[in-house]
């Protein structure tokens, strides 16, 4: 059971500490935000089992958790090389602050913004400052309250980022963390933004992670989200688009790492046109649990989403899916597709899946659909047939069922690093290269 006075205690503790670290900026933007965060977060409670969005999502090991304030550490690079994608524009955040010696930003092309919250002066700062209003939210809420550093992305209208823009995330143990990235996406603009979450070290931290980009008419992103983070952390994140017509989304979630984590994805559909896409994978072992929940508004015309999540789950591990579709009064010839398929390796694995569709026009195509199950016999009869040992022919099938949300990632440093990681997870790198 949470208790909500200690628990409000100790992030109460934990503000003061963190305030008296940034002693000096009394006057800034970014103190009101934290100021007025605060006093909202003390109007609000942590959600518990009786709160619908989160029957099945358990805070009270978080709740119970002590953490740290955020401070900046210095780490050499051999620390984290191994997550460097070739070629990318890189941006390295170490306790959510970003940390120029291990930051590349040299193959930044004409027409692109990005800049850290902490080189931004306040007339820029005060530009995007109405992206942290808590929203009635508690994790919104800490968020604005410990607000500190974070990173602005801006492409202008008819450039193309070739290279795509790897935002590494790296926390140590003990620390709360509010990563933030804000982006827009001009019209006719083109890029792909890359979030890595990654762990220093073992043991217990806590990220609570929030992102929003606005993608205007005709541009084009691509975002990807890997939570990779050691199997004692606690991990939230929310991540808003909005667009606009004739504008294109490609977003994919991919979760392997944390204790507990829970994410939400919410698209705004707000002109005709449009095209959103998205996917997810999620692979909990152990006693891990992951939440993924999506939330798409369709309200203008003669727009497409798309929506794959699928899951493996292994051992005593739980998961959460629930996506909900809006077809809005206005949205007519709406076309809305909703799958989450889940694979079960243990029969002490447990998913829990709701889609849902609520719609309000009568012109539209949409579907949706949950499937639970275990590895399919003839397949594994087949591979065995053929001299491939049950272990192996197990592990080849999983990796099947997870590649399909692997190659639709479009960013090939990205979906190279997944394949690895994926064969890694089920040991099947020498078998494979042999």
């Not at 800490?142 to 602005?152: N, P």
């Not at 392997?256 to 959103?276: D, Y």
Request: with cysteine; glycine share 6%.
């Amino acid at each position: 059971m949470i208790d909500q006075n200690e628990t409000k205690k100790n992030f109460s503790d934990l503000f003061s500490q963190f305030e008296s670290q940034l002693n000096g900026q009394k006057s800034s933007t970014r103190h009101a935000i934290r100021k007025i965060a605060f006093a909202e977060f003390l109007k609000l409670e942590f959600p518990t089992g009786k709160h619908e969005e989160w029957k099945y999502t358990n805070l009270e090991s978080l709740t119970k958790s002590k953490f740290k304030a955020p401070s900046p550490i210095k780490i050499e690079l051999p620390a984290i090389s191994n997550e460097f994608m070739p070629g990318a524009i890189r941006i390295v955040f170490v306790n959510g602050f970003f940390d120029k010696t291990l930051s590349d930003l040299s193959s930044v092309p004409k027409g692109t913004t990005i800049k850290p919250f902490s080189q931004m002066n306040e007339k820029e700062f005060e530009s995007i400052s109405p992206v942290f209003g808590t929203k009635g939210d508690v994790f919104s809420a800490i968020h604005g309250a410990f607000l500190e550093d974070g990173l602005y992305v801006e492409i202008s209208d008819k450039t193309a980022v070739e290279a795509p823009v790897q935002i590494i995330f790296v926390s140590e143990s003990g620390v709360l963390t509010q990563p933030c990235v804000f982006g827009q996406i001009g019209e006719l603009a083109q890029c792909t933004i890359v979030e890595d979450y990654i762990s220093l070290e073992q043991g217990v931290h806590f990220t609570n992670a929030r992102s929003e980009f606005h993608i205007k008419e005709a541009g084009i992103l691509h975002h990807y989200r890997f939570q990779n983070e050691n199997l004692s952390a606690f991990h939230i994140g929310h991540t808003t688009l909005t667009q606009e017509k004739r504008s294109t989304a490609d977003t994919a979630n991919i979760c392997f790492g944390g204790a507990m984590t829970r994410n939400l994805t919410t698209a705004l559909l707000n002109g005709e046109h449009i095209e959103s896409t998205l996917n997810g994978l999620y692979m909990p072992t152990g006693s891990q649990h992951v939440d993924n929940r999506t939330v798409i508004h369709h309200k203008k015309p003669n727009c497409n989403s798309h929506e794959l999540y699928k899951g493996i789950m292994n051992d005593k591990s739980t998961a959460v899916f629930n996506g909900k579709i809006f077809v809005h009064q206005d949205a007519q010839k709406t076309d809305a597709k909703q799958s989450n398929n889940n694979l079960l390796l243990s029969p002490d694995a447990t998913i829990n899946t709701k889609p849902q569709l609520e719609i309000f026009a009568d012109d539209v195509k949409c579907t949706h659909g949950a499937t639970v199950g275990r590895l399919d016999e003839k397949g594994m009869f087949y591979l065995k047939s053929r001299g491939i040992r049950h272990a192996e022919a197990q592990n080849l099938m999983t990796l099947a069922f997870a590649e399909e949300v692997v190659t639709k990632i479009k960013c090939e440093p990205l979906r190279n690093r997944l394949d690895t990681e994926i064969k890694k997870r089920f040991g099947l790198e020498e078998s494979i290269n042999a």
